[in-house]
């Protein structure tokens, strides 16, 4: 019994920092715009809480370390944390609704949250390789 009441503690403890993951639809380049580096390459954005897992930090600090790793890139690197104002207003713009791990160029968007975070909790050492990839991949032809 005790076994049994353990292990759907730590379930429960592991599923109350995933909030809901909707997928964001693709906005067009002119509504992408304002929210892009100045030479409108790629920008990383992470929402989150302002309570946070380990795995919610892990993620946004490989996704930071990632993108300011790759000089001259054009690749830009924002977080925002969901309980202020300012960064709901923008979620809000994005069509974001929870944390979320977005990819916007001026072609378009990519929602990378749900293999972000799986990778996180199952394969830690792969998130970084795969961060990589997805925003060398997604970044605008010259």
């Keep these: 019994m005790r076994t049994t009441g353990l292990v759907f503690l730590l379930l429960l ?23 892009l580096p100045t030479d ?19 993620v946004e600090s490989t996704a930071r370390l990632i993108a300011d790793g790759l000089p001259d890139s054009g690749v830009g690197f924002a977080t925002h944390d969901l309980d202020t104002e300012e960064s709901r207003q923008l979620a809000e713009a ?29 394969r830690p050492e792969a998130l970084a390789d795969f961060l990589e990839y997805e925003i060398l991949h997604f970044r605008p032809a010259p």
């Excluded at 599923?15 to 304002?34: K, Q, V, Y």
């Excluded at 944390?99 to 990519?110: A, I, P, V, Y």
């Design 13 to 35: 403890l592991a599923a109350g920092c995933r909030s809901p993951r909707p997928e964001i639809p693709t906005m067009n380049a002119d509504s992408l715009r304002e929210f």
């Design 40 to 58: 409108g390459k790629l920008m990383v954005h992470y929402f989150h809480a302002g309570r946070r897992c380990a795995t919610c930090e892990l």
């Design 94 to 122: 994005l069509g974001v609704h929870g944390q979320t791990l977005l990819l916007l160029s001026r072609d378009g968007s990519k929602n990378i949250t749900t293999d972000a975070f799986l990778l996180a909790q199952t």
